[in-house]
């Protein structure tokens, strides 16, 4: 059995479940979310309890089995506490403010670039060097920081450019002058 795929998956209160055959419906205080999952794999609810079952041992189901009880589990906890991504913007003139849902980041480039933020995604400029994308689905939280990573990659020589705040750049050295 797949170690991730046994473990019984809570149901915090507040929090409603619905399955209904290869369907599954998440409701919270910050939001909905529906997943279809393979038919290879069953979810069982028992209480306050989700169980995810497989039919088989072959592998392709013992990797569905893990990935589904992953995907239910972040699907609840996306619900109930919300999913953050912290990108910060290093570089002289570098900055981002939010206007609506807007995202106006002027990155070095000669107009300021404006991201659109997609359904479901907020965003908060604590300070004009620091972005916070917010949201409930993990895969878009996630999505909208590496496309607003990917305006200004961070430069492994002069650091500048857009970066995680968890990240770590290996800056490299220039060209030497004799």
Known sequence: MSRVGRRPIEVPDGTDVSIEGTSVKVKGPKGELELTVSNR?????E???I????AS???LDKSLHGLTRTL???MITGVTQGFQKTLEIQG??????LKGKLLELSLGYSKPVVYELPEG???EVPTPTRVVIKGCDK???GQVAAEIRSLRKPDPYKGKGIRYSDEHIRRKVGKAVK
Do not use: H, L, S
Not at 92 to 97: E, K, L, Q, T
């Open 41 to 45: 794999v069953r979810i069982v609810r």
């Open 47 to 49: 209480g306050k309890m």
């Open 51 to 54: 169980r995810v079952e497989r």
């Open 57 to 59: 041992d072959t592998k």
């Open 72 to 74: 239910i589990q972040n």
């Open 92 to 97: 002289v003139g570098y900055r981002a403010a």
């Open 121 to 123: 995604i907020e965003a």
């Open 139 to 141: 895969q878009r939280v």
